[in-house]
């Protein structure tokens, strides 16, 4: 789990955001305001792991919720830093830090 926080991170400041942990917590926060959630699960002995990064979305659900169990926590968005950004300007450097990150080759199929 610490190391998709990390890739989050590693984007955040590709994008000259300061990204950090928040001790005991999961997830990336910038400024107070966490923006990337990790998620794992297991079910019939098969593991899942993924992670969300807020990039410009809407975050009007998230006063409806409470995100991750963290009654007090602030939802951010990457577009608060960097107005008009889009998800397809992340996704190439998402891609490219999971690379990384794991040593993986990408095959195009």
């Known amino acids: 789990m610490r190391e998709l926080e990390q890739v989050l ?45 807020n990039v410009d979305c809407e975050l009007v659900g998230f006063e409806q919720i409470i995100p991750c169990g963290l009654s007090k926590a602030k939802v951010g968005k990457l577009s608060n830093w960097i107005p008009g950004i889009k998800v397809c300007d992340v996704q190439p450097l998402l891609r490219e830090s999971v690379r990384k990150r794991f040593k993986l080759n990408w095959e195009n199929i």
């Not at 000259?16 to 019939?44: A, N």
């Open 9 to 53: 991170i590693d984007v955040l400041n590709l994008l000259g955001i300061e990204g950090e942990r928040v001790d005991g917590l999961t997830g990336v926060w910038c400024k107070g305001q966490k923006v990337g959630s990790i998620g794992i699960g297991c079910k019939r002995w098969v593991t899942q792991h993924g992670f969300a990064l």
